[in-house]
């Protein structure tokens, strides 16, 4: 049984006579006959009494007609999503961005998305870089934009689309007397954020990486998930931090947090993802060409802060 073979079925009862239904759909009326014969032969019954007249249904094709025309119904429709999910005039665009991206670039993106492409539906959820790898992965999103590194091995990982800086923050003037060591970190009044991703979190395996090298522990004063909360903290002289300038600058903390850098330098690198086996949608790409612009329009705002 073939959807082919169905249409014509269905078309013979719009017309009544083969014939006809062969003119309307034009075809020679022997190929469409051959069609409802082996739609007969495949299920094993006669759909048609035919008379000299009209085509008169059988018990057997009374009972196939609703649900071929429920079948062709449902297969048009399929091929309508698909068409607008191709056409960008329809579907879901999903995407995984790291947790502080709301804070420099959501809001613009989805606006502009949005008047682009007004049919079009976003669902975009903010991780920790290593909650988005996963959800990747694991096909929950399509894509993502995350800290590198990431460990999922199923992953295309993209060139590097923006880096910054990581440095030591602190609102005591004492406390940003030169560049930071790993051994100055790990005698610091430390408020670490992302923790309930600590071992995931990008920055911090790298920095615990480094504090394994040099003996030495990263022990948190204060340890909270929200990179807000740990400014705010940090600006009430609490403890002190670890991020990068264009983050201080951007929440507004750069009158009452002083930055100096971490050496050797430590970079915030991120980059685009996506599942090696699995291409993305078009509205995912058009997404993600938008993301770029607006990462541009950062690394160029922020520029003089990393000289």
């Known amino acids: 049984m073939t959807l082919q073979q169905l249409s014509y079925f269905l078309a013979a009862i719009e017309h009544g006579t083969l014939s006809k239904a062969a003119e309307a759909l034009r075809l020679s009326q022997p190929s469409l006959s051959e069609q409802i014969i082996r739609l007969e032969e495949s299920l094993g019954a006669t759909?048609?009494?035919?008379?000299?007249?009209?085509?008169?249904?059988?018990?057997?094709?009374?009972?196939?007609?609703?649900?071929?025309?429920?079948t062709l119904s449902a297969a048009r429709q399929g091929h309508d999503a698909v068409q607008s999910y191709r056409s960008l005039s329809g579907g879901v665009a999903s995407f995984g961005t790291f947790g502080s991206a709301h804070h420099y670039f959501l809001t613009e993106l989805v606006t502009v998305?949005?008047?682009?492409?007004?049919?079009?539906?976003?669902?975009?959820?903010?991780?920790?870089?290593?909650?988005?790898?996963?959800?990747?992965?694991?096909?929950?999103?399509?894509a993502g934009l995350v800290m590198l590194p990431v460990d999922e091995r199923n992953l295309k990982v993209n060139e590097p689309v923006w880096s910054a800086r990581v440095g030591y923050l602190s609102a005591n003037p004492a406390r940003l007397e030169g560049a930071k060591s790993i051994e100055d970190l790990a005698r610091a009044p430390?408020?670490?954020?992302?923790?309930?991703?600590?071992?995931?979190?990008?920055?911090?395996?790298?920095?615990?990486?480094?504090?394994?090298?040099?003996?030495?522990?990263?022990e948190a004063l204060i340890e909270v998930e929200h990179?807000?909360?740990?400014?705010?903290?940090?600006?009430?002289?609490l403890g002190d931090m670890i991020a990068t300038r264009p983050i201080l600058h951007h929440l507004g903390y750069q009158d009452r947090l002083g930055w100096v850098p971490i050496e050797p330098p430590l970079f915030e690198v991120f980059a685009f993802i996506q599942r090696h086996d699995t291409p993305i949608s078009p509205a995912t790409r058009v997404l993600i060409a938008l993301m770029r612009e607006q990462l541009e329009n950062i690394q160029r705002r922020y520029a003089e802060l990393e000289r």
């Open 47 to 70: 759909l048609f009494v035919r008379t000299n007249r009209r085509l008169q249904l059988t018990e057997a094709g009374r009972r196939l007609a609703p649900f071929a025309q429920a």
């Open 113 to 142: 998305f949005r008047q682009r492409y007004p049919e079009m539906r976003l669902r975009l959820l903010g991780y920790n870089s290593s909650e988005v790898a996963r959800a990747v992965s694991d096909g929950e999103l399509e």
């Open 190 to 218: 430390l408020i670490l954020t992302e923790a309930r991703w600590r071992h995931g979190d990008p920055v911090r395996r790298l920095l615990n990486a480094r504090a394994h090298a040099a003996g030495v522990a990263l």
């Open 227 to 237: 990179q807000a909360t740990g400014f705010e903290l940090a600006a009430r002289g």
